[in-house]
């Protein structure tokens, strides 16, 4: 699974990892993200963010 940065601020979220306390179990694959999922510093769009290098 592939990890994806915000756009604006540089955010990386790691599916292995998730957001447990947003309630994004670990495995979680950016893709399966609601597309109401924000940045959790910034909070700028899903579509604000690109694929990791």
């Known amino acids: 699974m592939k ?25 979680t694959a950016f893709e399966d993200l609601p597309e ?3 940045c959790p510093v910034c909070g700028v769009a899903k579509s604000e963010f690109s694929p990791a290098d």
Do not use: H
């Open 3 to 27: 990890k994806y940065v915000c756009d604006v601020c540089g955010f990386e979220y790691d599916p292995k990892i998730g957001l447990p306390n947003q309630g994004i179990a670990p495995g």
């Open 36 to 38: 109401s999922f924000t």
